[in-house]
């Protein structure tokens, strides 16, 4: 419980810290993790609100996309968090966030394109053959949002070894030290 406060609460010990040569590695894999936790949280939340979601239309697929961006992001921070070191490594936080940032914004232009098409073929099956679609997720549709959720993870993990191998390269060392 002490280190939940001494992390969440006590503001000026963090402060502290940061005017005072930084905080660990680990440190700041866990600000990383509690981030990206009450991010998906808060989606989640705004996602599966009464008002938002007819309880009618929701399904298993609706459950296995939610739990599965829970087990990526969590997945894919620990795997670059070893790749760069562990608690050994160097400069987590500002490669984490540079790296994952560039390649959300990659893989959120695919899903928006490949969206974009699937929203066009929608309306004009809709429009033009007058098939019904269902208003609840499908297993393709979790596929596909899952499949994002592979591709960041396996993005992630492709540019922090190439960035490791790219280091040791330039002869520099990855833990501190």
């Given at each position: 419980?002490?280190?939940?406060?001494?992390?969440?609460?006590?503001?000026?010990?963090?402060?502290?810290?940061?005017?005072?040569?930084?905080?660990?590695?680990?440190?700041?894999?866990?600000?990383?993790?509690?981030?990206?936790?009450?991010?998906?949280?808060?989606?989640?939340?705004?996602?599966?609100?009464?008002?938002?979601?007819?309880?009618?239309?929701?399904?298993?697929?609706?459950?296995?996309?939610?739990?599965?961006?829970?087990?990526?992001?969590?997945?894919?921070?620990?795997?670059?968090?070893?790749?760069?070191?562990?608690?050994q490594g160097r400069d987590f936080m500002e490669r984490f966030v540079s790296i994952y940032t560039v390649?959300?914004?990659?893989?959120?232009?695919?899903?928006?394109?490949?969206?974009?098409?699937?929203?066009?073929?929608?309306?004009?099956?809709?429009?033009?053959?007058?098939?019904?679609?269902?208003?609840?997720?499908?297993?393709?549709?979790?596929?596909?949002?899952?499949?994002?959720?592979?591709?960041?993870?396996?993005?992630?993990?492709?540019?922090?070894?190439?960035?490791?191998?790219?280091?040791?390269?330039?002869?520099?060392?990855?833990?501190?030290g």
């Open positions: 419980m002490a280190i939940i406060y001494m992390y969440l609460w006590n503001i000026r010990k963090l402060l502290n810290q940061l005017a005072n040569g930084g905080i660990s590695e680990r440190a700041s894999l866990f600000y990383i993790l509690i981030n990206l936790g009450i991010v998906y949280v808060m989606c989640d939340i705004l996602y599966w609100a009464p008002s938002e979601v007819d309880a009618d239309l929701i399904n298993i697929w609706d459950y296995l996309v939610s739990a599965s961006g829970y087990v990526c992001i969590l997945a894919l921070t620990l795997i670059a968090y070893r790749i760069n070191g562990g608690s390649v959300g914004i990659r893989i959120l232009a695919a899903g928006v394109l490949i969206i974009l098409c699937d929203s066009f073929l929608y309306a004009y099956v809709e429009n033009y053959y007058g098939l019904y679609s269902e208003d609840y997720t499908s297993a393709l549709e979790a596929a596909f949002y899952i499949g994002l959720e592979i591709a960041t993870l396996v993005l992630v993990r492709k540019y922090f070894k190439a960035l490791k191998r790219e280091l040791a390269a330039l002869g520099c060392t990855e833990t501190r």
